[in-house]
C-alpha cells in the first residue's frame, strides 16, 4: 500500500541528506558494526561526505530525540546502515520520490527486505533478488590449512593479466558483463585502483594466466570484506581456493584489519563450505537486489 501523502511528508521530515558536518555522526553510526558497514564506511572514511568524491549521497534518519540513527548510501548500490522500520519506511519514501539510480540494492537482510517490499511496486520488477546470502567473518585463520604460497599481491604491471579473470569472475556472479554500457571504462579503473593500492591477490600459472584471485575491496579502521573471490574453470574441485583463500585471509589478518569479512550466495554450499574450512563463521545474513 502506497504511503498516505501525511505519512509521506513525515517520513521526508525525518530523514535528510547529510554533508561535512554530519561527519563524525555519521562514522559513529557506521562503527556501530565494523563487518555488515564496511562496505559504506569505507568510503566515508577515504572522502568524506561530498556527494561527488563519494559517489553518491549519504541520507541520514533522525529518532524524535534529534539524534542521528539510520544512514542510507545511495549512489550505484543503494546500501542501508542500522535501519529500523521507521527509517526503512522514510529511506523508501525518499528513494521512491528520487526514482531508481541505482543498479542494485544491498545490506542487511531484514532491513533490506522491508525496502524492497516498499520499493517494488514503484521501482519493479528486479532481475534477479537473493534473500539470503550468508555474511561470515574471521578474526584468526583455521589451524590445518597451509595457505598457497604462490598466491601474491597482483603487481602494477599486471592489470591486464588479471583483467580477464575479473571480467569471469563479474560475468558468472551477476550475470551481466561489466563491459557493457560504458565499454568497461568503470569497471577497469576499479580493478586498476585494487591493482595499485595493493589489495588484489592472485596466483598465477606458468603462462601468465590466472589460476586464483581475490580482493580486498573494502578497508577500514576496524574491518576488510575480500570479494571476488574467483577459480579458473579448468582448475575446479582442485582445493585452490581453499588453500588460495586462507593466504589471502593469513595477510589481510597480518597486514590489513583485525577482522576479515565476506558475503556469499545461500546456495554456493562449495564456497561457504570452503570459507568455513579457513576459519570464516556466519555472523549475519545480506540481501541483494539485482536490476
Known amino acids: 500500500m502506497l504511503p498516505s501523502a501525511f505519512q509521506a511528508a513525515r517520513a521526508l521530515a525525518t530523514t535528510r541528506v547529510l554533508d561535512a558536518p554530519d561527519l563524525a555522526d555519521t562514522l559513529a553510526v557506521l562503527h556501530r558494526d565494523p563487518v555488515a558497514n564496511a562496505f559504506v564506511a569505507t568510503r566515508v572514511e577515504s572522502v568524506g561526505l561530498d ?49 531508481r539510480r541505482c543498479s542494485s540494492i544491498v545490506g542487511p537482510a531484514d532491513s ?57 569472475m563479474f560475468t558468472e556472479e551477476v550475470g551481466i558483463s561489466p563491459l557493457a554500457g560504458d565499454g568497461g571504462l568503470l569497471y577497469q ?43 579458473a574453470p579448468e582448475h575446479r574441485g582442485r582445493g585452490l581456493s581453499v588453500t588460495g583463500m586462507a593466504a589471502v585471509l593469513d595477510l589481510a589478518l597480518r597486514e590489513v584489519a583485525p577482522v576479515v569479512s565476506l558475503y556469499v550466495n545461500d546456495y554456493n554450499l562449495r564456497a561457504r563450505a570452503a570459507y568455513r574450512r579457513v576459519g570464516f563463521r556466519e555472523v549475519g545474513a545480506f540481501m541483494s537486489v539485482l536490476f
Open 51 to 99: 556527494p561527488w568524491r563519494l559517489g553518491g549521497e549519504m541520507w541520514g534518519w533522525y529518532d524524535e530525540n534529534g539524534g542521528l540513527e539510520s544512514l542510507c548510501y545511495a549512489g550505484a548500490n543503494l546500501v542501508l546502515v542500522n535501519a529500523g522500520p521507521e527509517a526503512v519506511r522514510a529511506f523508501a519514501e525518499r528513494a521512491r520520490r528520487q526514482g
Open 112 to 168: 533490506t527486505a522491508a525496502l524492497w517490499a516498499l520499493l517494488e511496486r514503484s521501482w519493479g520488477p528486479a532481475r534477479e533478488v537473493r534473500a539470503h546470502q550468508p555474511l561470515m567473518a574471521a578474526t584468526a585463520p583455521a589451524a590445518g590449512v597451509t595457505p598457497d604460497p604462490l598466491v601474491r599481491r597482483v603487481r602494477k604491471n599486471e592489470v591486464e593479466a588479471v583483467m580477464p579473470a575479473c571480467v569471469a
Open 189 to 231: 579503473a576499479r580493478v586498476a585502483e585494487l591493482v595499485s593500492t595493493g589489495r588484489s591477490f592472485a596466483r598465477f600459472d606458468e603462462d601468465g594466466q590466472v589460476v586464483f584471485k581475490a580482493e580486498i575491496g573494502a578497508v577500514t579502521k576496524g574491518a576488510c570484506q575480500i570479494q571476488g573471490v574467483w577459480v
